[in-house]
T-cell receptor, first 111, second 111 residues
């Protein structure tokens, strides 16, 4: 298995632009998690899905953030409009049970 | 709310010295997981502990789960440059599949 796949690996955008991050989980994993990591705030859970259904989105910072999982093999995290404070590494992780397997992350820079 | 506290934040060691990081929870945990994140990388699952007083070894790494299931430790014997990175503990949150993460301990090898 290729592991969790994320794209793009790096994204640089200007404030106010829409950003879409993509994730392909490991096949057969029922849980998918979106995290954000910064030096100041560490690793933060944004939202997680079970069987494509959002279970807890209490970590989504604002209405500017939205996430979807239209099928078992694909999820997106969208930020619209983006702001400089959204700059961070965004990780997607999938899980078959309890342990989580992380993708390589997307490093987002908003200027 | 539920918290997982991890100390120290950083540990500088000479290569060959030992390293230990500690995790404490405000509540009893059903399990605890440990992850390693190399510089510029993503968290990688190392192990899950479930039983009270459990001790597990992976080569030079020793993981312990406290008798009360509220604390855990990771000990590395004779550190090597390949051990460099940040070690995170994580316990289950409100949902058994959501994780509450410690802040991480960064292992730094002195030149």
């Amino acid at each position: 298995d290729a592991g969790v796949i994320q794209s793009p690996r790096h994204e640089v955008t200007e404030m106010g632009q829409e950003v879409t991050l993509r994730c392909k989980p490991i096949s057969g994993h029922d849980y998918l998690f979106w995290y954000r990591q910064t030096m100041m705030r560490g690793l933060e859970l944004l939202i997680y899905f079970n069987n494509n259904v959002p279970i807890d989105d209490s970590g989504m910072p604002e209405d500017r953030f939205s996430a979807k999982m239209p099928n078992a093999s694909f999820s997106t995290l969208k930020i619209q409009p983006s702001e400089p404070r959204d700059s961070a590494v965004y990780f997607c992780a999938s899980s078959p049970n309890h342990e989580q397997y992380f993708g390589p992350g997307t490093r987002l820079t908003v200027t | 709310g539920q918290q997982v506290m991890q100390i120290p934040q950083y540990q500088h060691v000479q290569e060959g010295e030992d390293f230990t990081t500690y995790c404490n929870s405000s509540t009893t945990l059903s399990n605890i997981q440990w992850y390693k994140q190399r510089p510029g990388g993503h968290p990688v699952f190392l192990i899950q502990l479930v039983k009270s007083g459990e001790v597990k070894k992976q080569k030079r790494l020793t993981f312990q789960f406290g008798e009360a299931k509220k604390n855990s430790s990771l000990h590395i014997t004779a550190t090597q440059t390949t051990d460099v990175g940040t070690y995170f503990c994580a316990g289950p949150g409100d949902s058994n599949y959501q994780l509450i993460w410690g802040a991480g301990t960064k292992l730094i090898i002195k030149p």
